[in-house]
């Protein structure tokens, strides 16, 4: 008797498991399927992106006082986009929120290794994730078009973010899928879950967890000499 209410009771459970299971999915699905939709037009690559005068470089894990190979990649694109005057300036955004922690200042440093003028770039030290990324870029640092730059799975979510902070942004990526295969496939798997939170961002229009006043430096690297 007690099998035959477990089988019962297993068999009832069947249906609003996959009804929840189904929910969960959608719920995954379509915030991710937006940001890919609503970013495309304005996804694009390095000879196929119009000039615009900022390049906003989202940050990445730093390794001591050298950047990570997918952030060192992003400043590749970046500086790319410089030699080939697509952009004027980079902004360059990331977490600085430790003593002992400087993204900002390690992706300053390879760019002027890579022989980018260091009055070219600037350096927001508040970027702490993408929605505050592109908000600050535009609210802190006066930014109203740009190219954003960072890795090819994550960059239909930055594109997005950007444009509904009031960034006219387009997207080039740099794809890390031949050299990271494993760790880039998780990226896009992370990006389903991150394209909930940035829809709950952009619907509650999220104050960055640091505004402050308004910086310069961007206005004063675009000045003519």
């Not at 992003?74 to 977490?95: C, H, I, N, P, W």
Request: proline share 7%; net charge positive.
């Amino acid at each position: 008797m007690r099998r035959f209410w477990s089988v019962t009771l297993s068999r009832r459970m069947v249906g609003p498991g996959l009804v929840g299971l189904g929910l969960l999915g959608y719920g995954v699905l379509l915030p991710t399927a937006w940001v890919h939709a609503d970013s495309a037009p304005y996804r694009t690559s390095v000879e196929g992106a119009s000039p615009a005068p900022v390049a906003l470089v989202l940050g990445a894990a730093a390794w001591g006082d050298r950047p990570s190979p997918f952030l060192a990649g992003r400043l590749d694109v970046a500086a790319r986009l410089y030699r080939e005057g697509k952009v004027k300036v980079l902004l360059v955004s990331g977490d600085n929120s430790r003593r002992d922690y400087d993204e900002p200042t390690v992706m300053y440093d390879y760019l002027r290794s890579q022989g980018i003028p260091g009055d070219r770039i600037v350096r927001d030290y508040a970027g702490f994730d993408t929605w505050d990324s592109c908000v600050r870029a535009k609210k802190v640092f006066g930014v109203d078009r740009a190219i954003v730059v960072t890795q090819t799975f994550h960059l239909p979510r930055a594109v997005a973010l950007c444009r509904s902070a009031g960034v006219r942004a387009q997207g080039v990526g740099h794809d890390t899928m031949k050299d990271f295969a494993t760790t880039t496939r998780y990226g896009y798997v992370r990006e389903g879950l991150a394209s909930f939170k940035a829809l709950t961002d952009i619907a509650t229009e999220r104050r960055p967890r640091f505004l402050g006043p308004r910086e310069p430096g961007v206005h004063r690297a675009l000045a003519p000499p």
